[in-house]
């Protein structure tokens, strides 16, 4: 008797059973299918009875040496194969994504947080991570993270976004700072001009810390322009003269606070304060190789830190 036609909707067949229609299909008979399947005998037949029904068709023909394919089975047995290498692919696919931290996290960061802090920072990630590998884009152009431009980001300013999510790093206290032996030879300064300087270059005028360097420091006092943040510094390290950066960096560099008369502590309230954000795109931010390295930066970053 031909199964009743079903009122079948795009949901009522389900893998299970078509996986069974291919055993039987194969085997040829109902004990030879479960056994494979690792059922018994009776579920496979009510199983296969119910696929029958909820397709309206007869699969098979019951004869004395087993269930022949029926016309409706061989119609239908290329659409189930193609629906099993499906099932086998989505299996596959679900074994391979990241369990452990491993490969490429693309990091985008300003160049001075760069060579200062991360790039020194590697080789402890290497060890505890030796399967994960960092491309570091050290630029001061910004990466669109919603379009995975990379995988994290470094920032000055918060970003916004539903798809993002940012921590606060630290918060930047900037200071006058110089080499060792440059501030025990200036001693206590009387005047910000007591000093050579090195500043900003006039493309970033109106950055703040190049802002105050120009409100109380003389142009004659000037001994090097760069908006290279990373050069400002290592001129500073070498002893040209003194640079406004923020706390970590002056500690990271082996520069040393400059030390001036209580008549100019008044200026220093013009000093900067900034902070350094990590931000991420949502849907990354679980994923191992990515949460390792966030969680890494946020301890780095926060080890550096007066006190930390």
Known sequence: MQPEPANLQGDA????DVRIFLEVHRRRTLAAAALRLGMDTSTVSRRLAALEHDLGLQ??????????PARAAERVLAAAEAMEAAHARLTRD??????????IVRLSTAPGVSSVFIAPALIRLRKRYPRLAIELDASA?????????????????????????????????????????????????????????????????????????????????????TSDFTAQLAAAVSGLGIVLAPHAFAVKTGLEPVR???????????WPSDDLWLVGHRALRDVPRVAVVWTFLAEEFRASQPGG
């Open 13 to 16: 067949v389900r893998w299970d």
């Open 59 to 68: 699969l098979f023909e019951r004869t004395r040496g087993g269930l022949a």
């Open 94 to 103: 679900a074994l391979d994504v990241e369990t452990a931290p491993e490969g």
């Open 141 to 225: 152009q910004s990466r669109d993270l919603t379009r995975h431009e990379a995988d994290l980001a470094v920032r000055s300013v918060r970003s916004q976004g539903t798809d993002l999510v940012t921590t606060r790093l630290v918060t930047a206290r900037w200071i006058a700072a110089a080499a060792p032996k440059l501030v025990r030879k200036l001693d206590a300064i009387a005047s910000w001009d007591d000093g050579a300087w090195i500043t900003w270059d006039r493309d970033f005028a109106s950055y703040p810390p190049a802002r105050w360097i120009a409100s109380n420091v003389r142009a004659p006092s000037i001994a090097l322009r």
């Open 260 to 270: 001036f008369a209580p008549a100019l502590a008044a200026s220093t309230e013009g």
